[in-house]
């Protein structure tokens, strides 16, 4: 009873009562359906756990059976012991597999499965399979060939029958377990169902119960307050007798009510008092608002001229600037277009105007108000009225207002005008003295922005003088951090970098990677001790140092220099120069004086030794012509090494000469072979020809020492003899040779170097062979001069192949004459000279060189011929015989003709008239006098290289060769 009147007294304690009850009987049935649904699950996953780890190990042997059942036939088949021993090693893994199944066992077919497993192991591993694997014969394989085809493949199979089946009916349990699950989740559900419902019905009659005893009599006190809003009498039918809230609320209803009645008559006075004091805060409210708009508009103003210095502020970019300097400045004003532009530069940017329109402006950026505004320095407004576009739909008349600003600089020069356009209003005096605050405000930013300019151009020079010193450069503060360097330095450091990478790398950084890529402890030591002494300005040595990169074998010398403003030191310079080359040289000099001595001693100490024997001793007849032919094999051994010698200065100087004609290149290798076979007999020399196109053109002699040098390398460095193959094929427009040894082969390290000269192969075998290192640089040069390639394969210690290609000649074919004459492989030649003795000189040098020639004096005449029967080059002289057309007519003539434009002309004249030669197509122009064997060179490269594309082409006279 005391419990239900403590509840009773309070409204709050009734409705929490009520909801508590409501909450608890939710909960608890909630609880138990919960805890039902989770005794399913766990029971659902055991269940499925165990079948998923039976299904794991069943399968784990039966892919281990399949392996033996696999291992078995191929050891059956090939007889590979390998394949037993895995049959073997997999037995101790099925049967721990097996006893793990075991473990899992749980229901009468895991235990029939179980013992069928164990029963087929103990069958297949203890009683068949031992005696099947160690058949040996042939025969006997074949028994058990036929043996593993009946009673054992009956077994394996029902084996595995047994196996697939017991695994089908693991997924079917899998499978009910799945469904039994579902089909208790959905009995559960339902029960959940029907609690909510149940639930739902008692709370709606709480629901009920807490609107009847409380949301009455509350709607009771609403309605009788709404009476007495609108002074009428009010009932209150509320129990004055309740021990709650409304009880209480209903006496104190009661009174109020009584006590408003009282009130009314005094609230009606001050009613009347208050509407005089609203009118009076009504206009204090407006003097307020029209107060707040003004500070709103200032401080818009405001925002936007901040908005404008910001921009202009924050940038450096001059396009960005002046784009925020019109659009600010347009927004501040209240402009509808403008822009603003450079006087001394290209650069503007404009706001509502169109690009014609700009460019309309700076086309007269001097003349009319911009000339008035740059000789009066100060702004002013024009009134206007508005264009046809400026209108758009009005059609009364409009004005528009535009405002002229210059932006001074700081020697008072105008340095850029600023126009903006307003519609409809005018510019006044406020605005304008504000606008030329803000143009000094801009003024300073684009002095600021010139500044930053010209010292990014500055910078950028800088780097760019930096990275076009092929050395290295690194500049380093006093804390060695790496202020500046050029890309030179950045491709030593690290390859593929860039200078910003770089800048700005800590001393401890990129020393750590210089020593990690020198490879050398001491090389921070020597580092440190050269910057000090740079700083101390010591003598040149202690600045310097020399190192060698770990991996790419560069070497760089290493300059040190401190550099100081006044006499406070600010940081050291570092240089890097790449000496790799002048090492590799010095070291191939070296070695190279030490070859030379050795070659020229040995053959004077046989000259020099013989000869003293001849002189001291009387000697038989036979035995004097011994030593005379062993002094004479010696002197041209050393007439060879200078020749070389002297081959190697005429090629660097330039002055090494070819006289080149028609060669074919099967004769020569011929005669080289026939030579080199009579020297040794331990090589078998075979020449391979796959082509008819034999025909080069070169100099017979530096041909023939290039490939004697080739063979001669091929039969000297394969000392146990074997075969050197010789062959020539065609390839595109290339004529190869390809010279293959089986000697003692070239190191891979080696190859890039090979054609250096004083260059030799670092290897015992090659200095016991002996030689200078010129041979191939000489050979490389020869075969470059004639427009040719050579390159070399090698494997170390199986041979070497060498590949020569030249320019394949393919020459046209002369009729053959009625009188049967033999077919002559030729070029037509057009000589045009009036000067018969030269003529005839050109002819016979041009004859020599394998060409046909014709002769015409008269210029009419042969270009008549030149009509009916085009040759293949001309050779014209500009004056001819006077009265006749002269060489200029011809060049004219040949250049308006479609059949005759595209004939090469080569201009052979005492006329120094060069500028008319190369107007009329001449690309070069040859003054007699001019020896006849360069004009026949000319002609051959131009027909055979450029395929007659129409050049006029003349030879160069050379100073040191006879003339004409």
Not at 9 to 16: G, I
């Amino acid at each position: 009873m005391k419990l239900k009147q403590y509840i009773n007294k309070n409204l709050s304690r009734q409705v929490l009562t009520l909801m508590s009850a409501c909450i608890i009987f939710f909960i608890v049935g909630t609880g138990i359906l919960f805890f039902v649904l989770q005794s399913l699950n766990a029971e659902y996953f055991q269940k499925r756990h165990s079948i998923v780890e039976k299904e794991l190990l069943l399968d784990g042997i039966y892919e281990q059976y399949n392996n033996v059942f696999l291992d078995a036939r191929g050891y059956i088949a090939f007889g590979n012991d390998s394949y037993k021993e895995k049959v073997w090693s997999r037995e101790d893994q099925i049967r721990r597999s097996i006893s793990d199944f075991k473990e899992l066992s749980t229901s009468n077919e895991d235990q029939i499965i179980y013992k069928e497993l164990k029963k087929f192991t103990d069958y297949y591993f203890s009683a068949i399979k031992p005696s099947f694997l160690k058949v040996e014969m042939n025969g006997a394989r074949m028994k058990a060939k036929q043996t593993d085809n009946s009673e054992i493949t009956e077994r394996v199979v029902e084996f595995r029958n047994n196996v697939r089946a017991y695994s089908s009916a693991l997924s079917e349990k899998l499978d009910e377990n799945v469904e039994s699950l579902a089909k208790e989740q959905s009995i559960l559900q339902g029960a959940y169902i029907g609690f909510v419902i149940i639930f739902l019905l008692i709370f709606q009659q709480t629901v009920r119960s807490i609107i009847r005893n409380i949301g009455k009599p509350l709607a009771d006190f609403s309605s009788a307050a709404n009476e007495i809003a609108a002074g009428r009498d009010a009932i209150i039918t509320v129990d004055e007798g309740r021990e709650d809230e409304l009880g209480v609320l209903a006496i104190a209803f009661k009174k109020m009510i009584a006590s408003i009645q009282e009130k009314e008559q005094e609230l009606m006075a001050h009613n009347e008092e208050l509407l005089a004091q609203q009118d009076e805060l009504q206009a204090q409210q407006n003097e307020l608002q029209e107060t707040l708009g003004l500070i709103t508009e200032n401080e818009q103003q405001l925002t936007r001229r901040n908005k404008l210095i910001n921009g202009i502020s924050t940038s450096l970019e001059k396009k960005d600037v002046l784009n925020s300097i019109v659009y600010n400045m347009s927004s501040l004003i209240g402009a509808d277009r403008g822009m603003i532009t450079l006087i001394h530069e290209d650069s503007y940017a404009s706001f509502g105007i169109s690009e014609y329109g700009v460019n309309q402006y700076r086309k007269n950026i001097h003349n009319g108000l911009n000339e008035r505004l740059i000789e009066e320095k100060k702004p002013f407004t024009v009134k206007r009225e508005q264009s046809i576009s400026e209108k758009g739909y009005h059609e009364n008349t409009n004005y528009s207002y535009d405002l002229y600003l210059p932006v001074l600089s700081a020697l008072q020069e105008v340095d850029a005008i600023m126009v903006f356009s307003r519609y409809g209003s005018s510019f006044n005096q406020e605005e304008i003295a504000e606008c030329e605050i803000l143009a000094k405000q801009i003024s300073t930013s684009l002095v600021k922005i010139k500044l930053y300019e010209q010292t990014e151009d500055d910078r950028r020079l800088n780097q760019d003088i930096l990275s076009t010193i092929q050395e290295g450069i690194q500049l380093i503060d006093q804390d060695r951090n790496i202020v500046q360097v050029n890309q030179q330095f950045c491709d030593m450091y690290e390859p593929g970098s860039v200078p910003g990478q770089i800048i700005g790398s800590p001393w401890e950084k990129w020393s750590g990677e210089l020593v990690r890529q020198i490879g050398r402890e001491d090389f921070m030591d020597s580092l440190e001790e050269a910057i000090k002494m740079a700083d101390k300005k010591g003598d040149y040595e202690d600045r310097t140092f020399t190192f060698q990169k770990k991996e790419t074998k560069q070497v760089f010398k290493v300059y040190f220099e401190t550099i100081r403003y006044g006499e406070e030191a600010y940081g050291t310079i570092v240089v890097y120069r790449d000496i790799t080359k002048e090492y590799e040289v010095d070291q191939m000099k070296s070695e190279f004086v030490s070859t030379v001595s050795h070659e020229l001693r040995t053959p004077l100490a046989s000259v020099l030794g013989f000869t003293e024997l001849m002189l001291n001793k009387p000697l038989k007849p036979e035995r004097q012509t011994k030593y005379l032919q062993t002094i004479y094999n010696e002197a041209k051994r050393l007439t060879a090494l200078i020749n070389d010698f002297l081959d190697v200065q005429r090629m660097e100087s330039g002055k090494q000469t070819y006289e080149k004609k028609y060669l074919e290149i099967l004769p020569l290798l011929q005669k080289i072979i026939e030579n080199l076979e009579i020297s040794t007999s331990l090589h078998d020399i075979r020449l391979l020809v796959e082509t008819d196109d034999l025909m080069i053109l070169g100099d017979r002699e530096k041909i023939e020492q290039a490939f004697m040098n080739l063979l001669s390398n091929a039969i000297k460095y394969s000392p146990d003899g074997g075969k050197i193959l010789i062959r020539l094929y065609s390839q595109n427009e290339v004529l190869s040779i390809d010279i293959e040894d089986e000697g003692l082969g070239i190191p891979k390290e080696s190859l890039s170097h090979l054609f250096q000269k004083f260059y030799r192969v670092d290897n015992s075998d090659r200095r016991r062979i002996g030689g200078t290192g010129l041979g191939l640089s000489i050979v490389e040069e020869i075969i470059k001069s004639h427009g040719g390639h050579i390159t070399v394969k090698s494997e170390y210690g199986r041979g070497s192949k060498f590949s020569v290609s030249f320019p394949k000649v393919t020459l046209k074919e002369e009729r053959t004459n009625n009188e049967g004459q033999s077919k002559k492989l030729s070029y037509d030649i057009m000589v045009i000279e009036d000067d018969f003795n030269l003529a005839e000189l050109l002819k016979y040098e041009l004859v020599d060189s394998g060409f046909q020639v014709s002769y015409f004096k008269s210029g009419r005449k042969a270009l008549q011929m030149l009509k009916l029967s085009p040759p293949d080059a001309i050779v014209l002289d500009i004056l001819l015989e006077e009265g006749e057309m002269d060489g200029w007519t011809i060049m004219k003539e040949l250049k308006e003709r479609p059949e005759l434009k595209d004939i090469p002309v080569f201009v052979s004249t005492a006329l120094d008239e060069k500028e008319k030669g190369f107007s009329l197509g001449a690309k070069e122009y040859l003054v007699k006098p001019y020896k006849p064997s360069q004009l026949s060179k000319v002609i051959m490269h131009t027909l055979l290289s450029n395929g007659k594309q129409g050049q006029i082409m003349v030879p160069l006279p050379s100073l040191e060769e006879s003339t004409l």
